[in-house]
Each structure stands twice: as C-alpha cells, then as structure tokens.
C-alpha cells in the first residue's frame, strides 16, 4: 500500500486499518439532539462507516444486532436513558463493546455522575467540541481497545 507521507500519522494509521480489515472501522453515534448527530456524522464519515441512533433504546437494539462497533459515541445527559445507563445495559448485552465507549457531554455534571465517569475510565468528550478534538478522541479509543486486545492476546499465549 502506497502511503502518503504528507498524511498525518492519524490518516496513515485508518488507511492500514481499513486496508487490512477491507472496512472502515464502525462508529455508533448516540445523541438526542438531531443537529449533534447529524454533524458527528459529517466529521466522521470520511473516515469511519457511521450509524447514528437517536435514543438508547435504538442504541442497544443496534449493538444487540451488532455488537463489534468500534467505539460508541454516547451523549451522557440525554433525556429518556441517560449514557450511564446507556453504559450499563450495553456492558450486559456486549461486554467488550463497553470498554470503547467515548462519552460526550455539554453540560454540568453532578458528582455522582462525575464519580461513575472516573470509576470506568471511559474518555469524555466536552461539548461543544473540534472535529479534530472528535477524531482524536475516536483514534484514542481505538487505540486502548487494541492495547487491550494486545494485552489479553499475550496472556493467553502465555497460558493465563
């Protein structure tokens, strides 16, 4: 594969990962706020295969279907589920995909939400933010998810 070296490492890194899986990676966005998701999508889609959901409800019943999602972007304060139970629900129904949730929120933050973030140590997004700061956080979860796969891959090569 002929690469560009003009590219930022970013781009560089999603034309391997696209070259080697033949797919863009998945990204699930999750926001009751139509403008939100639809300009999460503009700033995703030239990089990653985007589906939107505009509830919790219709998020779990994505990831249920299709529970391999790259990262799960998720509204925290959203007004039927919020992204804590959101969190909860997806960790029942798909473990794995939990750990690559990227959470956003544009508003205030009590201490107990503030305390459930920083028990799971899930990235937090503030809104409103750069489509660079977007992609950032997205290549950062990605990149934890491999290191864990990479982490857990060696541990059973090593009979753990």
Do not use: W
């Not at 973030?117 to 809104?127: A, D, T």
């Not at 990149?143 to 796969?149: K, V």
């Amino acid at each position: 594969m002929a690469v560009d070296f003009e590219l930022d490492r970013y781009t560089r890194q999603v034309e391997v990962q696209e070259n080697s899986h033949n797919h863009p990676p998945k990204i699930l966005v999750i926001d009751d706020e139509p403008m939100l998701r639809s300009a999460y999508r503009r700033m995703l889609r030239q990089r990653y295969d985007v589906s939107v959901a505009e509830s919790g409800v219709s998020a779990l019943q994505q990831i249920n279907a299709y529970p391999h999602f790259d990262v799960v972007l998720c509204d925290f304060q959203m007004p039927d589920m919020n992204g804590k139970k959101v969190y909860e629900l997806i960790q029942s129904i798909a473990p794995e995909c939990a750990e690559r949730v990227l959470f956003c929120t544009g508003g205030i933050i009590d201490t107990y939400s503030l305390d459930f973030l920083q028990s799971i140590g899930n990235r937090v997004l503030e809104k409103p933010c750069t489509c660079q700061q977007l992609l950032n956080a997205v290549e950062a979860v990605m990149q934890r998810a491999q290191q864990r796969r990479c982490r857990s891959s060696r541990l059973v090569d090593s009979g753990f």
